[in-house]
């Protein structure tokens, strides 16, 4: 008669709920790293090179006011040539609690709306004249090229005084002597591959601009959904204790009633 080895049958099956317990680990492992990765991803938004900007204007209110949006030519290069590094930047869903008024879309600029300006010819310029209420915003995306020749194009946002074309704000982001050249911007987008906009932190007058986080509403539901699986996962049958206690007592009640030859 063969005996059942009880040691050897106890030992597998322990390896084997060592391993379903093992399982759960594993899986709540590879949901933080997801997580990590996704929050890692939210923080470089504006690397996406699209993002709603929304100007605080209420220090201005019942001002009229001139935003403009002016991408200048820094590597001195035309389509065709190598590397070109030419950019555009379009500007779309201006909106105001105040009064949108006229237009100027006539140098390096295309469209409307949207508005595209492109640095193809040196300058593109796009300008929104508006008397100002207490909330401005508006939706930018932009391209990262640069030749690696001279300076990347640049992208600043000024406010101007529709009359004279002179800033109605002094900012903290005063650059004269840049290789291109900006003075008392809101903005500004160096372009270059991983370009981000630079905001004005000191105004004057105070003058806050928010961009909100995009995708923080994503990563949140896929924060949610990956513990939600995770649960799910857990709830699914496995070896419990109690089914591994049952299959020992059956192998033991078996080993135990086998009878040898000549008992």
Same mark, same amino acid.
């Given at each position: 008669?063969?005996?059942?080895?009880?040691?050897?049958?106890?030992?597998?099956?322990?390896?084997? $709920?060592?391993?379903?317990? +093992?399982?759960? +680990?594993?899986?709540?492992?590879?949901?933080?790293?997801?997580?990590?990765?996704?929050?890692?991803?939210?923080? %470089?938004?504006? &690397?996406? =090179?699209?993002?709603?900007?929304?100007?605080?204007?209420?220090?201005?209110?019942?001002?009229?006011?001139?935003?403009?949006?002016?991408?200048?030519?820094?590597?001195?290069?035309?389509?065709?040539?190598?590397?070109?590094?030419?950019?555009?930047?379009?500007?779309?869903?201006?909106?105001? &609690?105040?009064?949108?008024?006229?237009?100027?879309?006539?140098?390096?600029?295309?469209?409307?709306?949207?508005?595209?300006? #492109?640095?193809? /010819?040196?300058?593109?310029?796009?300008?929104?004249?508006?008397?100002?209420?207490?909330?401005?915003?508006? !939706?930018?995306?932009?391209?990262?090229?640069?030749?690696? &020749? /001279?300076?990347?194009? +640049?992208?600043?946002?000024?406010?101007?005084?529709?009359?004279?074309?002179?800033?109605?704000?002094?900012? #903290?982001?005063?650059?004269?002597?840049?290789?291109?050249?900006?003075? !008392?911007?809101?903005?500004?987008?160096?372009?270059? *591959?991983?370009?981000? %906009? $630079?905001?004005?932190?000191?105004?004057?007058?105070?003058?806050?601009?928010?961009?909100?986080?995009?995708?923080?509403?994503?990563?949140?539901?896929?924060?949610?959904?990956?513990?939600?699986?995770? @649960? %799910? +996962? @857990?709830?699914?049958?496995?070896?419990? =204790? @109690?089914?591994?206690?049952?299959? $020992?007592?059956?192998?033991?009640?078996?080993?135990?009633?086998?009878?040898? *030859?000549?008992?």
């Amino acid at each position: 008669m063969i005996h059942a080895n009880s040691n050897h049958s106890r030992t597998a099956a322990g390896e084997r $709920q060592a391993r379903v317990k +093992r399982r759960p +680990r594993t899986r709540f492992a590879v949901t933080l790293a997801a997580l990590a990765s996704a929050f890692t991803l939210g923080g %470089i938004h504006h &690397n996406a =090179h699209a993002v709603l900007v929304t100007l605080d204007t209420t220090s201005l209110n019942g001002t009229s006011a001139r935003l403009d949006f002016a991408l200048l030519d820094g590597d001195s290069l035309v389509a065709g040539d190598p590397g070109d590094g030419n950019n555009t930047v379009t500007i779309s869903s201006i909106v105001t &609690n105040g009064t949108l008024g006229g237009v100027d879309c006539s140098v390096g600029c295309t469209g409307g709306p949207p508005f595209t300006i #492109s640095d193809l /010819g040196g300058l593109g310029q796009f300008l929104q004249d508006l008397t100002l209420g207490t909330t401005v915003s508006f !939706d930018l995306s932009f391209t990262s090229h640069f030749s690696g &020749n /001279g300076a990347p194009d +640049r992208l600043s946002l000024l406010l101007l005084d529709p009359g004279t074309n002179l800033t109605l704000v002094d900012t #903290s982001l005063d650059f004269s002597s840049d290789p291109v050249p900006v003075q !008392d911007a809101l903005l500004i987008v160096d372009h270059a *591959p991983g370009a981000q %906009i $630079q905001f004005a932190t000191v105004s004057s007058p105070l003058l806050p601009i928010a961009v909100p986080e995009p995708g923080a509403g994503m990563l949140f539901s896929l924060a949610l959904a990956l513990i939600g699986g995770q @649960r %799910i +996962r @857990r709830a699914h049958p496995c070896v419990s =204790h @109690r089914t591994e206690a049952a299959a $020992q007592t059956r192998l033991s009640t078996s080993t135990s009633t086998h009878t040898h *030859p000549g008992e």
